[in-house]
């Protein structure tokens, strides 16, 4: 089995919890409360700045300049793209960068974030890439499950583009790249590597739930 293969096994309850939790469901059925979704996407921009540094570092860290491009891509796409106030979610709750600056993180939020940075400070690429990967490539099952599950969820005037978003073949292209990469630079791992690395992962699939508890909660 390659690496990732392991790493999504090894957190395969963690991730069905994903999907029976309160959050994700109103998502789905389209009935979240829209205070407790707009709470929630102002917390992800706020994930979003440190989850940018993560790539950052891992251009730092790289062990090669193929590698390295590759982080600096992904850092200039979430920069670019997933961090514009001005489109998506952001422009259409007309959400500010003097709210930005002035919203407190959430616990869970700042406790995530703090435990991707340890990782990306003190670890090396392949670690930082199982950090990343346990939020990237879960969007990505959870959106395309919704699909499968409920065709119509992705035409919901409110929450469509959300799955559609994390369900598209552009999304799921960006993370066949990370997990490439995952797989590449721990292709000579021994089991003590591996399970270092799978604590990273099912540590960081926790702190996922943890985030839709923030979002469910408001807190």
Same mark, same amino acid.
């Given at each position: 089995m390659k690496t990732t293969d392991k790493l999504f096994a090894a957190t395969k309850e963690i991730w069905e919890g994903y999907y029976r939790h309160p959050f994700v469901r109103g998502i789905l059925e389209g009935n979240l409360p829209e205070e407790k979704f707009r709470y929630y996407i102002v917390?992800?921009?706020?994930?979003?700045?440190? $989850?940018?540094?993560? %790539?950052?570092?891992?251009?730092?860290?790289?062990?090669?300049?193929?590698?390295?491009?590759?982080f600096a891509d992904h850092c200039k796409a979430v920069l670019d793209n997933e961090m514009s106030i001005h489109d998506g979610y952001m422009g259409r709750f007309a959400i500010t960068e003097e709210e930005l600056a002035d919203t407190e993180i959430a616990l869970n939020n700042a406790s995530y974030t703090a435990y991707m940075l340890r990782v990306a400070y003190e670890e090396d690429a392949a670690a930082i890439l @199982?950090?990343?990967? @346990?939020?990237?490539?879960?969007?990505?099952?959870?959106?395309?499950?919704?699909?499968?599950?409920?065709?119509?969820?992705? @035409?919901?005037?409110?929450?469509?583009?959300?799955? +559609?978003? $994390?369900?598209?073949?552009?999304?799921?292209a960006d993370n066949a790249i990370l997990i490439e990469y995952t797989n590449?630079? +721990?292709?000579?791992?021994?089991?003590?590597? $591996?399970?270092?690395?799978?604590?990273? %992962?099912?540590?960081?699939?926790? %702190?996922? +739930?943890? %985030?839709?508890?923030?979002?469910?909660?408001?807190?």
């Open positions: 917390q992800d921009y706020l994930y979003l700045i440190d $989850y940018a540094r993560m %790539f950052a570092l891992g251009a730092a860290k790289a062990p090669d300049v193929d590698t390295m491009q590759m @199982a950090a990343i990967l @346990a939020c990237s490539y879960s969007y990505e099952v959870l959106a395309k499950r919704m699909l499968a599950d409920r065709p119509e969820s992705g @035409a919901d005037p409110l929450y469509g583009s959300w799955i +559609t978003e $994390y369900a598209s073949d552009e999304y799921a590449r630079l +721990t292709a000579g791992y021994n089991d003590v590597q $591996y399970r270092h690395l799978e604590e990273i %992962f099912v540590n960081c699939s926790r %702190f996922e +739930t943890a %985030f839709w508890d923030m979002g469910w909660n408001m807190r």
